[in-house]
């Protein structure tokens, strides 16, 4: 039996649920690429959605992955707590307007190997079954700017 929707999450439920889709990504140190993703947020009945993203390439190789968890800073505001394989820790938190959200950093943690991670900004948009991102990133000596973006589809 799946536990109650905690109270405190009751506002991002529109996030509940698999998306799938594509983006593209694009960086100065690195070429241009395409990929597939798979998107789960979920519940354990606490006031925190579970987050877990897998990206591939059209080919079905791994690319990227992370999870973490998705909290509630009252109801408008929002903290994303995310884990890497790349040894990467990113916190961010931001706001919460209807079903657009915005997060900029406020931690990177970095393990000794990880690449140098400054910050970065997420802009996620729900609407009709649809979610839309972007994501901007500065790293390895670049400054803020655009880096990932993509169109999903709610999973029934």
Known sequence: MAPELHPDVAHLSFLLGTWKGEGRGEYPTIDDFTYIEESTYGHVGKPFLT???????????????????????????????????????????????????????????????????????????????????????????QDLQFHLEATLHHEA
């Open 51 to 141: 987050y877990s993203q897998k990206t591939r390439s059209a080919d079905g190789v791994p690319m990227h992955a992370e999870v973490g968890y998705v909290r509630p800073a009252g109801t408008s505001g929002v903290e994303l707590i995310l884990a890497h394989p790349s040894g990467i820790a990113e916190i961010q938190a931001g706001t919460l307007e209807g079903q657009r959200i915005r997060l900029h950093t406020t931690s990177v943690g970095l393990a000794p190997t990880a690449k140098d991670v400054r910050s970065l900004t997420r802009s996620i948009d729900v609407a009709d079954g649809h979610m839309h991102y972007i994501i901007e990133l500065a790293a390895v000596g």
